[in-house]
């Protein structure tokens, strides 16, 4: 069994910042990319930032790229997600992605979700 649970969700006001964890769990070899994922209503889920395992290189959105910073740690099976200069599109529900190496193939796994508010 591999868990991916998120937690940092909240109501923030537009200009403020959160910080987003993702924490892996259970039988896991190794992990290849990571990443947060966003859903606003109505709208499809769509990529916020990624990050590699060994060169933790990164890939964002254009509407979150200097915003947003996206990190991991590889010892705790960790990826966050800082978010900074918040604004009302932001507002969504925030999805953890891992490729879990598990009996040497790479599975795609997801969190249940956080929502994030912005409002004024």
């Known amino acids: 069994q591999v868990q991916l649970v998120e937690s940092g969700g909240d109501l923030v006001q537009p200009g403020g910042s959160l910080r987003l964890s993702c924490a892996a769990s259970?039988?896991?070899?190794?992990?290849?990319?990571m990443g947060w994922y966003r859903q606003a209503p109505g709208k499809e889920r769509e990529l916020v930032a990624t990050?590699?395992?060994?060169?933790?290189?990164?890939n964002y959105a254009n509407s979150v790229k200097g915003r947003f910073t996206i990190s991991r740690n590889n010892a705790k099976n960790m990826v966050y997600l800082q978010m900074n200069s918040l604004k009302p599109e932001d507002t969504a529900v925030y999805y953890c992605?891992?490729?879990?190496?598990?009996?040497?193939?790479?599975?795609?796994?997801w969190g249940q979700g956080t929502q994030v508010t912005v409002f004024s």
């Open positions: 990050i590699t395992n060994l060169a933790g290189s990164t």
């Open positions: 259970g039988s896991i070899f190794g992990i290849n990319a």
């Open positions: 992605n891992a490729q879990i190496i598990r009996y040497g193939k790479p599975y795609d796994y």
